[in-house]
Nanobody, 127 residues
Framework: QVQLVESGGGLVQAGDSLRLSCVAS????????MGWFRQAPGKEREFVAA???????????HYAEDSVKARFTITRGNESTVTLQMNSLKPEDTAVYYC?????????????????WGQGTQVTVSS
């Protein structure tokens, strides 16, 4: 059974940092892209960042009024792990953060349709 398990969420103050981790199991993910999405209350789930299976190619979202590229860093560990380092957190970053995986990066970055989802980890940023 394939599982993606996130950890590292929590309650922090604006300006703080958090590091989210995701561990995948149940199959080989050596050929899979992995990434992160988030969903704030009352909003649709949105893409945050993704990395190719090699970790060489990195994709980061650019929202209309805030580019997370300067604040968030995605890193591929071994074939089954991915982390999201989040710095200078803002209240608008409050959301449930989901780990995702797919054989093709485009399924994460463009189609927003991963093959696998984690259960999510809550990140709350107070002002």
């Amino acid at each position: 059974q394939v599982q993606l398990v996130e950890s590292g969420g929590g309650l922090v103050q604006a300006g703080d940092s958090l590091r989210l981790s995701c561990v995948a199991s149940g199959r080989s993910f050596s050929t899979y892209a992995m990434g992160w999405f988030r969903q704030a209350p009352g909003k649709e789930r949105e893409f945050v960042a993704a990395t190719s299976r090699s970790g060489f190619n990195v994709y980061t979202a650019h929202y209309a009024e805030d580019s997370v590229k300067a604040r968030f860093t995605i890193t591929r560990g071994n074939e089954s792990t991915v982390t999201l380092q989040m710095n200078s957190l803002k209240p608008e970053d409050t959301a449930v953060y989901y780990c995702a995986a797919s054989p093709a990066s485009s399924n994460l970055v463009e189609r927003r349709r991963p093959d696998y989802w984690g259960q999510g980890t809550q990140v709350t940023v107070s002002s």
